[in-house]
């Protein structure tokens, strides 16, 4: 057959490490961070319902548009659109994707920096004893040395492993660590929700407020839920491109979604009872991102019997799901160059790493001293995230979803996602469908609104 895997190609070697590589790309700040506030803000249960309706109704099918690409082409994100449309635009769709990963990591590695200071504030026992965590944080994030350290590590450890490979590298690394993210995740919000007056925060959580609800909302359901997934950029085109040949995509992607919108949930579960059982100001201003983690959660921690504990295994975990979501988008980069510019692993890794990290640091740097840098009223960090998560990320998804639709085709979407035939499901078609009419449509509705309504992704 002529898409089975070369001799020579990189393929994750159990169904398991699959599943851990995606759903570690998958499990992120966004998770942690994002969705628990952006949920108990925008309607709780009812956003909720809204959320896991577009997982499953949109986010499904894209990542099965973009597995299908990988898996059938064998190739990283570019080479995989010039190979199923040779001599036409649609490799710019995989260009693109490169280009967002670029972006996206170096802010990303930003944060992920920050966490490593924090883990370290919280296992020396400092941060328990901090009199004003604002300016505890206002101090560290301008800071020109030690915010950078954090990221070059963050980026150290992210090669390390791109650069050890797909199944000595990232799929071991992933299969050890996420289960360990799972557990910890689960010891922290079994702790939360003893709380005493844990239970109202989980009321607030879970009750569903129809009247929040409004086209803003839905809209920001649908593009936390594909921030979330990592789809749009190639990330799973790259994954998928190591996925074997008898893998069920259809039963990898759902599980996939599954353990993600879980782990949100249980970040959810993990913050917004702590918050209400130690703060008294609501939740209802409080901005999503560092705030939230970096100056609420501490004084959260000061507060608990435990805290010292229970901070430095938050911490611990916010480093872990951060670096299995870089690892994956550093793939994306290393895959191109060691495809399209035939460079070995080893040199596409150094070089994606160290350039990318060029751009983090002046990201990182941007909360101090390259703060007057900026372009339409935004910093450095602040361009790399907007472009990035809410413009490139949903153009991304659109085309890949047009491209599966109406250029790759029903007959070759099916014969992939059945294993050529060896699989039955009456799904496939649906999902044939959605791909084809509903995804671009819902998809191209944000795309075009991002532009015109603040804050919706
Ligand atoms: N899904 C990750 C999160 O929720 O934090 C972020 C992410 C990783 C987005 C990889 C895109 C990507 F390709």
């Not at 994750?12 to 628990?36: D, E, H």
């Not at 130690?278 to 901005?287: E, K, L, P, R, V």
Request: charged fraction near 10%; proline fraction near 4%; avoid cysteine.
């Amino acid at each position: 057959m002529a898409n089975l895997p070369s001799g020579n190609r990189d393929s994750f070697g159990s169904k398991f490490g699959v599943i851990a590589a995606a759903a570690g790309s998958a499990v992120g700040l966004g998770n942690i961070w994002r969705f628990p506030l952006v949920t108990a803000q925008n309607g709780g249960g009812a956003f909720l319902l809204l959320y896991i309706g577009f997982i499953v109704g949109i986010g499904i099918p894209v990542m099965l548009s973009e597995f299908t690409i990988g898996r059938r082409a064998q190739l990283n994100a570019m080479g995989s659109f010039k190979k199923l449309a040779p001599k036409t635009p649609w490799f710019l769709v995989g260009s693109l994707g490169i280009v967002t990963a670029f972006a996206i990591l170096a802010f990303y590695s930003t944060v992920a920096g920050w966490t490593i200071e924090y883990l370290i504030e919280a296992l020396s026992g400092k941060l328990i004893h901090i009199e004003d965590t604002s300016q505890n944080f206002a101090e560290f994030s301008t800071d020109p040395v030690r915010p950078v350290i954090w990221q070059l590590l963050i980026m150290f450890v992210t090669g390390g492993v791109v650069y050890a490979g797909i199944q000595k590298g990232i799929e071991k690394f992933t299969k050890i660590l996420m289960p360990v993210l799972v557990v910890l995740i689960g010891l922290v919000v079994v702790r939360a929700v003893s709380l005493p007056g844990a239970g109202e925060g989980v009321k607030y959580l879970f009750f569903p407020d129809w009247s929040a609800v409004n086209f803003k909302t839905v809209l920001m359901a649908l593009g936390q839920a594909a921030f979330s997934l990592s789809i749009g950029m190639g990330t799973l085109i790259t994954y998928g491109s190591y996925i074997q040949k008898d893998n069920h995509l259809l039963s990898t992607a759902s599980t996939v979604a599954l353990a993600d919108t879980f782990i949100a949930i249980m970040s959810s579960l993990m913050v917004i009872p702590a918050i209400f059982a130690f703060t008294t100001g609501g939740i209802d201003n409080m901005s999503p991102g560092p705030g939230l983690v970096f100056e609420v959660l501490p004084n959260v921690f000061k507060a608990m019997p435990g805290g010292v504990i229970f901070a430095a295994v938050f911490f611990f975990l916010l480093t872990v799901a951060a670096l299995t979501s870089t690892i994956s988008v550093l793939e994306v980069v290393v895959a191109y160059l060691k495809e399209e510019m035939n460079m070995t692993r080893a040199k596409a890794t150094v070089i994606a790493s160290v350039s990318i990290t060029v751009l983090g640091i002046l990201a990182t740097l941007s909360f101090g001293v390259l703060g007057d840098v900026q372009l339409f009223g935004k910093t450095i960090f602040g361009i790399l995230d907007y472009a990035s998560a809410n413009v490139m990320l949903t153009f991304g998804a659109l085309f890949i979803v047009l491209f599966v639709g109406w250029k790759l085709g029903k007959s070759s979407f099916l014969d992939e996602i059945s294993n050529e035939g060896t699989i039955k499901s009456g799904l496939f078609k649906v999902v044939f469908f959605i791909i084809r009419y509903i995804a671009p449509v819902a998809i191209g509705i944000i795309a075009i609104a991002a532009f015109f309504i603040k804050g919706i992704t």
